[in-house]
T-cell receptor, first 111, second 116 residues
Framework: SQQGEEDPQALSIQEGENATMNCSYK?????LQWYRQNSGRGLVHLILIRSNEREKHSGRLRVTLDTSKKSSSLLITASRAADTASYFCATDPYNNNDMRFGAGTRLTVKP | EAGVAQSPRYKIIEKRQSVAFWCNPI?????LYWYQQILGQGPKLLIQ????????DSQLPKDRFSAERLKGVDSTLKIQPAKLEDSAVYLC??????????????FGPGTRLTVT
C-alpha cells in the first residue's frame, strides 16, 4: 500500500510563478524524500528531509516537514517550463524498511 | 559515473508467457531495489536486496514473480506466467546504504512491459 498522498493531483501554472505541492502520510517516519519524474530523465531524487528537520532548501526548492500533522510541502520558486514533470513524495515508515511513494502531482509549467 | 542500467527498455508479451528484466546498479552500491509503476501511480516496491541478501520482499507476488542478485551486483526480475495486470514500468534503483540510513536512491530508466 502507498504511504504518501500528494495534493493536488495536477497543477498548471505559468512560467515564473511558484508551485506548491503537498504530501500527507499515515505513520511515523525516519525521513521523507521528494522525487521528480519526467519522460526524458526518469525518476530523479530532489531533496531529503529527516524527521527532526522542519525545513530544507536546495536551489529553487524549499521543503517543509510537519511531523505533528504528518505532512510535507514542496515549493518550487520561479518555475520554468523544464520543471514540467510528476513530483512524488516517498516516506520511510519508522518500523518498516520499505520506501513508499504517493501517486504524485502532475505539474505543468506553461511558457 | 555510470548510472543504473536496465534492459530491455521495452517488452511486449502475451499473457501466460514469461519475461525477465536485468539491472546493473551503480558500482559499489550495496542496496538494490525493484519497483513496479503502473500508469498514473507512484512506484511500488517489489523487493529490496542488501548485497545478495533479500531485505524485504513483502510486496512481491511470489507465485509468479522472482528475483535474484547473484554475487551482490547485477539483478534479474522474472515474471512467470505474466498476467494482463502486470503491464507496467519496472524500475530498478540502487543506493550506497540501506534506506533507513537516509540515502537517496538512484533509478534506472525502467523497462516498459506490455502484456496482451
Amino acid at each position: 500500500s502507498q504511504q504518501g498522498e500528494e495534493d493536488p493531483q495536477a497543477l498548471s501554472i505559468q512560467e515564473g510563478e511558484n508551485a506548491t505541492m503537498n504530501c500527507s502520510y499515515k505513520t511515523s517516519i525516519n525521513n521523507l524524500q521528494w522525487y521528480r519524474q519526467n519522460s526524458g530523465r526518469g525518476l530523479v531524487h530532489l531533496i531529503l528531509i529527516r524527521s527532526n528537520e522542519r525545513e530544507k532548501h536546495s536551489g529553487r526548492l524549499r521543503v517543509t516537514l510537519d511531523t505533528s500533522k504528518k505532512s510535507s510541502s514542496l515549493l518550487i520558486t520561479a518555475s520554468r517550463a523544464a520543471d514540467t514533470a510528476s513530483y512524488f513524495c516517498a516516506t520511510d515508515p519508522y518500523n518498516n524498511n520499505d520506501m513508499r511513494f504517493g501517486a504524485g502531482t502532475r505539474l505543468t509549467v506553461k511558457p | 559515473e555510470a548510472g543504473v542500467a536496465q534492459s530491455p527498455r521495452y517488452k511486449i508479451i502475451e499473457k501466460r508467457q514469461s519475461v525477465a528484466f536485468w539491472c546493473n546498479p551503480i558500482s559499489g552500491h550495496a542496496t538494490l531495489y525493484w519497483y513496479q509503476q503502473i500508469l498514473g501511480q507512484g512506484p511500488k516496491l517489489l523487493i529490496q536486496f542488501q548485497n545478495n541478501g533479500v531485505v524485504d520482499d513483502s510486496q512481491l507476488p511470489k507465485d509468479r514473480f522472482s528475483a535474484e542478485r547473484l554475487k551482490g551486483v547485477d539483478s534479474t526480475l522474472k515474471i512467470q506466467p505474466a498476467k494482463l495486470e502486470d503491464s507496467a514500468v519496472y524500475l530498478c534503483a540502487s543506493s550506497p546504504h540501506l534506506w533507513d540510513s537516509g540515502y537517496e536512491q538512484y533509478f534506472g530508466p525502467g523497462t516498459r512491459l506490455t502484456v496482451t
